[in-house]
């Protein structure tokens, strides 16, 4: 919003399970209670010096790392006849739509545009559907119509025939996959960009969750990282967004974040370093699921299968008795725990992703993506969230600067004077559509002369709090937003205070929470005294309206 960093905590109260228990009783403990947090029921112990596959994690992200500048070095050579099917694909549907969809006018204009995207981008294949996943997570920033069109590709892509995953399944173990289960489903859960997931139950009876990697899915996504990096320094500069993003910069941190989800076997470290994070914080209203102690492999995953009902489903909140608000308080605590005080976090929060089980505990699936920060960078965000409570404008800017945010060089005095971040608090409700469209370039045009550009870690924690942001406002729309905020700052001033003072440089009793940054944060005055998240949809609808009418 004009005037003020639009960087805050949408925070929420001390977590608490709905059910009362902690992850069961000290007597009903399971063997890695201490390692993670994990189920009670164990079908098999995590121990991990005993994991052949856990100890090489690290050298096979090393190795990542370094592929990556020959992945995503741009060549003046035209990438050949991927480049040429890209072209066609997203071609014909803009085409096709601007030929009979775009006369339905408005929101069917949108969404006739938006089922042609997805469907070009089902038919690319991996990449593109990865990046329609990171759609689907952008509620508020990109159309309704085009998130509710790229949901689907989060769980409901075309899955590989049978055949092709028995392939792969046997490939990867060495024998038969009757060998392995007693029984194991054609039809898959779930079927999304890099991989599907299956039932399945092992010789022993117990039930699992398999997750196989598609066929020639590296081939793929190589060529596509070869097409985007040739594409990309040509956008630099022509379109403010894209420009503003960096475009040759966002291919480096999605050719990183996609990298990495081709090995299974990150994915399956990081489902235990999240979980011993979340053990350690004390977060016991978070379940993670144990990867399988021996079948786990580049392009395998068998899982411990747990049950519980979609987080964004809130009929089943009502049918189990289960509190919609607590779920997403305690979720909002966790992601902001693991992320500031040991700079590990699910970095791919999304509706398919969590499950929420009749207890009212939470499952996360899914650890692909996991956002890792430096200490430099996690102090940095430390500074960024205390600076944002405390509505201290030139704090913030220094911590989005030591975050790679902004060039080490910058004049922060400078930046908060041009995005006018001392000035009076504008609301942008009662601006003009034209008044509306000058400020945003204005502030764009101030962000590029400067340098600006968005991290991977920045990336991924903004991408999730988007996510949490849609879920207030399905599940708890009218949360006093202010209130909220409030809690959390005390929340984590009394929980990790001293720690995170000290870490930096700070006194303790230097800290005091200013609402009304918070407030100006929102684009409201300072006079109010509660928002829910019903009032900010309604002043979010009403700038969306402005800036339309004058597009």
Not at 46 to 60: K, R
Not at 116 to 121: K, S, V, W
Not at 133 to 152: C, D, K, N, T, Y
Not at 510 to 518: L, N, R, V, W
């Amino acid at each position: 919003h004009s005037g003020k960093v639009v960087v805050t905590l949408v925070g929420l109260t001390p977590p608490t399970s709905q059910t009362g228990r902690v992850n069961g009783s000290p007597a009903e403990r399971a063997d890695d209670y201490e390692l993670g947090v994990f189920t009670n029921d164990e079908p098999w112990t995590i121990v991990p010096d005993e994991l052949a596959w856990y100890a090489g994690v690290p050298a096979l992200r090393a190795a990542t790392r370094r592929r990556l500048p020959a992945l995503i070095a741009p060549s003046r050579r035209f990438p050949g006849q991927r480049a040429l099917k890209v072209v066609r694909h997203f071609g014909v549907g803009i085409i096709s739509w601007f030929l009979t969809g775009r006369r339905k006018g408005g929101s069917e204009s949108t969404a006739d545009l938006s089922r042609r995207m997805r469907e070009a981008a089902e038919t690319l294949g991996p990449t593109y559907i990865k990046l329609g996943q990171i759609i689907s997570s952008g509620e508020g920033i990109f159309p309704p119509e085009l998130v509710a069109e790229f949901i689907r590709c989060r769980d409901q892509v075309p899955p590989e025939t049978f055949d092709k995953v028995r392939a792969v399944v046997e490939a990867e173990l060495g024998r038969p996959m009757e060998h392995i289960f007693a029984t194991f489903e054609r039809v898959p859960l779930a079927a999304a960009s890099i991989a599907q997931v299956h039932a399945a139950t092992l010789l022993d009876g117990t039930q699992v969750v398999v997750k196989v990697q598609r066929p020639s899915v590296d081939e793929l996504v190589h060529q596509d990282l070869a097409v985007m990096a040739w594409l990309a320094p040509m956008l630099v500069g022509r379109i403010p967004v894209a420009s503003l993003a960096n475009p040759p910069a966002l291919v480096e941190v999605f050719a990183h974040t996609i990298s990495e989800e081709l090995d299974f076997r990150i994915e399956a470290a990081n489902m235990l370093d999240v979980a011993q994070v979340f053990a350690k914080l004390g977060q016991r209203q978070f379940v993670v699921p144990r990867p399988h102690t021996d079948l786990v492999t580049r392009r395998l995953l068998v899982m411990e299968r747990l049950d519980g009902f979609r987080f964004d489903d809130l009929q089943s909140y009502e049918e189990h008795d289960v509190d919609a608000r607590a779920v997403v308080r305690s979720g909002m605590i966790g992601f902001m725990e693991g992320a500031l005080i040991h700079g590990v976090f699910h970095g791919d929060l999304h509706g398919g992703n969590i499950y929420v089980r009749p207890d009212g505990l939470t499952a996360l699936l899914d650890f692909g993506i996991t956002g890792r920060m430096s200490e430099k960078r996690r102090l940095a965000f430390v500074k960024l969230l205390i600076a944002g409570t405390m509505n201290d404008a030139i704090g913030q800017l220094g911590a989005l600067r030591d975050l790679g945010a902004l060039p080490g060089d910058t004049d922060l005095a400078q930046v908060a004077k041009d995005l006018g971040l001392m000035d009076e608090v504008v609301d942008p409700t009662t601006m003009q559509p034209e008044e509306l469209v000058a400020e945003l370039q204005r502030i764009v045009k101030a962000l590029l002369g400067y340098g600006a550009r968005m991290p991977k870690e920045l990336m991924l924690f903004v991408k999730n709090m988007v996510f949490l942001d849609g879920a207030i406002a399905r599940l708890a729309p009218d949360l006093d937003l202010i209130a909220e905020i409030s809690h959390v700052a005390t929340y984590f001033a009394t929980t990790h205070g001293m720690e995170l003072a000290a870490q930096i440089g700070m006194e303790p009793d230097e800290y005091e929470f200013d609402a009304g940054g918070i407030k100006a944060a929102f684009g409201v005055d300072g006079s109010i005294e509660s928002l829910t998240y019903r009032e900010l949809q309604e002043r979010r609808e009403i700038i969306r309206k402005r800036l339309r009418s004058r597009a």
